[in-house]
């Protein structure tokens, strides 16, 4: 699985980074056959608590991609809502795999 991480207007600290490769490898658990993430951190303006936004976008093949797109007060908070809810949309798509 091919992680990538883009922070924009801003550098992401290694530990930041670290946190966000050992949650998204996560996943896997859920659904083997995932081939790429992708992550974007973004700081919404204006600067006020609740501005930092986290998006992560799961390529899977045969079935397009799952998105999911959060804000919160860290970024730590925002990336792990946004694995529950791809979590709860890898769950959905298995489900309909094994009804066909």
Not at 21 to 32: A, G, I, N, P, T
Not at 35 to 63: D, H, M, Q, Y
């Amino acid at each position: 699985m091919d992680i990538r991480i883009q922070s924009i207007h801003f550098d992401a600290t290694e530990q930041l980074q670290a946190f966000i490769q050992k949650k998204v490898s996560k996943l896997e658990r859920f659904y083997d056959d995932i081939s790429a993430v992708e992550v974007t951190l973004k700081v919404v303006k204006p600067e006020t608590s609740g501005n930092k936004e986290a998006g992560i976008k799961l390529l899977v093949p045969n079935s397009g991609d799952l998105y999911a797109v959060k804000v919160y007060d860290t970024f730590e908070q925002a990336v792990d809502e946004c694995l529950e809810a791809l979590g709860k949309q890898l769950a959905k798509h298995k489900e309909k795999l094994r009804s066909k």
